[in-house]
């Protein structure tokens, strides 16, 4: 008998815009000891599900409207809010998708743990310091004696998801939720903490929700797949048969656009090209502390230590590292949003690290960055004309009388409708946004362009379809770009060359696939470890 | 799915002609913009329409309750209320809008200047600020009358002088979150001049809290007024200003209440309409709020 078994579910949202119906008439069922894999986009509604069985969907303006949650024999839905918080304490466990946020910054973590113990297994206070202790070991964290009195900031991010983790499973429950635990840590830490819930799931027979959009992650993970779309479940089975044989043409959809080949074309330029952006010796570090008008400069900590590299007309380099290894520093100082220390930048033959004032200002246009966060990178007060018509006009790239054309061009250009030029950016889609972006960059006619993580906050595939088209303009434009990622994957899909960044140093540059193939760097080597592909059971 | 609005898409209209669009179906906001254009208008033409004249005594009257002949009553010299409100509301309206603009203009400048220019210049501008906020305020005034005697003009500037101290700080710190926001590292990759980022990028996004303590400074200042002219600095009896009638009318308040009731009730009917509009003009600016 099935552990939870969630029949006919359906959630849906009152909003002033409309009722939303977040979940539609959705079931699924974990088997005791067996895990659980919900898959799906952003706004597939694959976390709702899960919470609406909870009670935790905010409620106005959500609404549970039927089904049952049967968890024990006991229907989840039908329990008082009392009775629903000892069965989310107990029984059933979650951990959340950023750790940075699900702690408490001003309690120590024994505190936060033992909090569930006390609440919930009434133990004493040395009792519950005891288990607690024996969690945090359990989990991997060392000494745990001595972490048990510090605080959050003093863990980092894969330790703290750590935390949760020995947080949710402190009560001993018999089913853990796991809401895209790893969505937000590195690559190297995403393998760990995989492997730690894995092991945890194998040694205490628990049963596991796993929820991610990442179908590689899943295939590792999962005895069982959902695939949700829009509130339903359109595709369910074993992970072999969902990923491999997929029948719902959305799941093929999702398959398809995942990056797990080499790069599509061949490259447009020469080997005997002549260089066309060059970086000579670039140090950047930064200062901590000492900002006001009195104060000293105390330390300066380096994020980008002398680093060259070369790019080509038309060439496409990714540049691949964790967070902090100072590749998103490096992109930003060649684009002078940084005052470099030390160390110049060519780029077609002019010294663009030199420029001051309003050489510099004028020179921009030809190096321009796309951003990570395309809800961010756009002023949301600013209509996409107004916001593609700006750069033509301080630049004076085009009449005034043709800037209506040339944004009409740009919009073709990117994909979008030009009946939506007199929108706000609210108004779009993430992919649509990442594209007003790109068709601003491109209203310059720039020469580089610096991509910092342009489709890590975008789903697969909507990912897919942004990188076809920066693939295909910097083709068509014949321009250089700097591709900063984390994901191994995309960065393999979209350049035809790759630099590998540790603390602020290159540690491995060389041809895509062959760096691939054949990585010489024990770093390097443990990020392509680290790779979740889609992963065949049998 | 072709409403008007779609095909008529290449018509360019900026955010305030949008925002007056969308504040256009806002009936709080609508009501609130009509008193106050009521208020300014009465204003305006009081030297026609008023019923007496604001110095007139008529010491056989006295202080006399509402009537047919003096709507809201007389003072103890035999002054008509409604007439001293109407001439009253001359001065206090000026002093609001006009004390308050020079707080906005030079607070938002200045706050958005230090705040995206950082670094010394924002620890200078800012210590100015702290300066001048740590200098008593009676004191100050004081100064200023003795140096430049007693005008109207010298009024707006003593208020205006306080007054933008706290929007500078306001804007400023709102300005130092949005700065490293990527919509304006983009603007600044995008080779934009700086004052256009302060100016396009900057302003608009800040503009939320501008007019939050815009309405709630106007009041505050209409109110400053009467103390300022306690002091000797403004206007003088027998002119009249909503600050002082309000002042005068707590002093009597137990043996004629109407000489407090109507000043405080049309400051109050204008605070409201103030404020119903400003929430208006603040949601209307977002074009995040309201969906068309």
């Given at each position: 008998m099935a552990l939870l078994s969630v029949e006919h579910l359906t959630s849906r949202f009152y909003t002033r815009d409309g009722v939303i119906t977040a979940v539609d008439d959705v079931s699924f069922a974990v088997e005791p000891g067996q895990v659980l894999g919900i898959v799906g986009e952003s706004g597939s509604g694959k976390s709702v599900a899960c919470y609406s069985v909870l009670g935790l969907i905010p409620s106005p303006p959500g609404r549970v409207e039927q089904g049952r949650a049967l968890f024990a024999g006991q229907d989840l839905l039908q329990m008082s809010a009392r009775q629903l918080r000892q069965v989310r304490g107990q029984k059933i466990g979650m951990i959340f998708q950023d750790p940075m946020t699900s702690l408490n910054p001003h309690m120590t973590i024994g505190r936060q743990l033992t909090e569930p113990l006390r609440v919930h297994g009434r133990l004493s206070t040395k009792e519950a310091r005891l288990r607690a202790i024996a969690a945090l070991e359990e989990v991997g964290i060392s000494h745990p004696q001595q972490r048990f009195d510090s605080f959050p900031h003093e863990f980092s991010g894969g330790m703290r998801q750590r935390v949760m983790i020995a947080m949710a499973l402190i009560n001993k429950p018999q089913l853990l939720i796991a809401d895209e635990p790893t969505t937000a840590l590195d690559v190297t830490v995403q393998a760990q903490i995989l492997q730690l819930i894995k092991n945890?799931?194998?040694?205490?027979?628990?049963?596991?929700?796993?929820?991610?959009?990442?179908?590689?992650?899943?295939?590792?993970?999962?005895?069982?797949?959902?695939?949700?779309?829009?509130?339903?479940?359109?595709?369910?089975?074993?992970?072999?048969?969902?990923?491999?044989?997929?029948?719902?043409?959305?799941?093929?959809?999702?398959?398809?656009?995942?990056?797990?080949?080499?790069?599509?074309?061949?490259?447009?330029?020469?080997?005997?090209?002549?260089?066309?952006?060059?970086?000579?010796?670039?140090?950047?570090?930064y200062r901590i502390g000492g900002a006001g008008l009195f104060k000293r400069v105390s330390t300066r900590i380096p994020a980008v230590a002398d680093i060259s590299l070369q790019v080509r007309k038309g060439e496409i380099l990714g540049l691949v590292g964790e967070s902090g290894s100072g590749k998103s520093t490096l992109g930003r100082t060649i684009a002078r949003l940084l005052e470099a220390d030390s160390g110049r930048v060519v780029l077609a033959g002019r010294d663009i690290s030199a420029l001051k004032g309003e050489e510099l200002r004028l020179a921009r246009r030809d190096f321009q960055m796309i951003f990570q966060d395309p809800y961010a990178s756009l002023n949301p007060r600013m209509t996409v004309f107004d916001c593609l018509a700006e750069p033509l006009l301080v630049h004076k790239l085009v009449e005034k009388n043709r800037v209506l054309q040339r944004v009409n061009e740009l919009m073709d250009e990117v994909g979008l409708d030009r009946r939506m030029i007199r929108k706000y950016p609210h108004e779009f889609s993430g992919g649509q946004r990442q594209r007003i972006a790109i068709a601003r960059a491109l209203a310059m006619r720039p020469k580089l362009i610096i991509a910092d993580e342009p489709v890590s906050a975008l789903d697969v595939t909507i990912q897919a379809?942004?990188?076809?088209?920066?693939?295909?303009?910097?083709?068509?434009?014949?321009?250089?770009?700097?591709?900063?990622?984390?994901?191994?994957?995309?960065?393999?899909?979209?350049?035809?060359?790759?630099?590998?960044?540790?603390?602020?140093?290159?540690?491995?540059?060389?041809?895509?696939?062959?760096?691939?193939?054949?990585?010489?760097?024990?770093?390097?080597?443990?990020?392509?470890?680290?790779?979740?592909?889609?992963?065949?059971?049998? | 799915m072709n409403t008007p609005a779609d095909t008529n898409y290449e018509k360019g209209r900026s955010l305030w002609q949008d925002a007056f669009s969308r504040l256009k179906k806002n009936p709080m906001a609508l009501l609130g913009l009509a008193v106050l254009v009521i208020m300014v208008t009465l204003a305006l033409l009081t030297p026609w329409i008023a019923p007496y004249s604001y110095e007139e005594q008529n010491l056989a009257l006295g202080a006399s309750p509402p009537s047919a002949t003096h709507w809201l009553g007389t003072d103890v010299f035999g002054r008509d209320q409604l007439t001293r409100i109407l001439y009253g509301s001359r001065i206090s309206l000026m002093v609001g809008f006009v004390a308050t603009s020079v707080a906005l203009c030079i607070g938002v400048l200045w706050g958005i200047i230090a705040g995206y220019v950082g670094g010394r210049v924002d620890a200078v501008m800012m210590r100015f600020v702290d300066i001048l906020y740590a200098l008593p305020f009676t004191i100050f005034i004081i100064l200023l009358t003795v140096v430049f005697g007693r005008s109207l003009l010298l009024l707006f500037l003593a208020i205006g002088a306080v007054e933008w101290l706290t929007m500078a700080r306001i804007v400023r710190g709102q300005v130092?979150?949005?700065?490293?926001?990527?919509?304006?590292?983009?603007?600044?990759?995008?080779?934009?001049?700086?004052?256009?980022?302060?100016?396009?990028?900057?302003?608009?996004?800040?503009?939320?809290?501008?007019?939050?303590?815009?309405?709630?400074?106007?009041?505050?200042?209409?109110?400053?007024?009467?103390?300022?002219?306690?002091?000797?600095?403004?206007?003088?009896?027998?002119?009249?200003?909503?600050?002082?009638?309000?002042?005068?009318?707590?002093?009597?308040?137990?043996?004629?209440?109407?000489?407090?009731?109507?000043?405080?009730?049309?400051?109050?009917?204008?605070?409201?309409?103030l404020n119903f509009l400003g929430d208006g003009l603040r949601d209307a600016l977002d074009p995040r709020i309201s969906k068309d």
């Open positions: 945890l799931q194998r040694d205490h027979n628990l049963s596991v929700i796993f929820i991610s959009h990442d179908l590689g992650v899943v295939s590792h993970m999962a005895d069982q797949v959902v695939v949700m779309q829009k509130g339903q479940v359109v595709e369910r089975g074993n992970p072999d048969a969902v990923f491999f044989q997929p029948q719902h043409a959305y799941t093929q959809k999702l398959v398809a656009a995942l990056p797990n080949s080499a790069k599509p074309s061949a490259p447009v330029f020469q080997e005997q090209d002549p260089i066309f952006l060059q970086v000579e010796h670039l140090n950047k570090s379809q942004i990188l076809n088209l920066l693939l295909q303009l910097t083709q068509k434009y014949q321009m250089a770009m700097i591709f900063i990622s984390h994901d191994l994957a995309v960065v393999r899909y979209l350049s035809d060359r790759v630099a590998v960044m540790q603390q602020g140093r290159i540690v491995e540059e060389g041809d895509t696939e062959t760096l691939f193939a054949a990585p010489q760097h024990s770093y390097t080597r443990t990020l392509l470890a680290a790779i979740h592909h889609l992963h065949r059971a049998g | 130092m979150a949005l700065k490293h926001q990527e919509f304006i590292e983009a603007a600044v990759a995008m080779g934009l001049p700086r004052w256009r980022i302060m100016l396009r990028h900057l302003a608009p996004n800040v503009i939320g809290p501008i007019i939050i303590y815009t309405t709630l400074t106007i009041p505050s200042v209409i109110l400053l007024e009467s103390f300022l002219s306690f002091l000797g600095l403004g206007i003088q009896p027998p002119q009249s200003s909503w600050g002082s009638l309000i002042s005068y009318g707590v002093e009597t308040m137990e043996e004629y209440p109407w000489l407090l009731i109507f000043p405080a009730l049309t400051l109050s009917i204008t605070l409201f309409a």
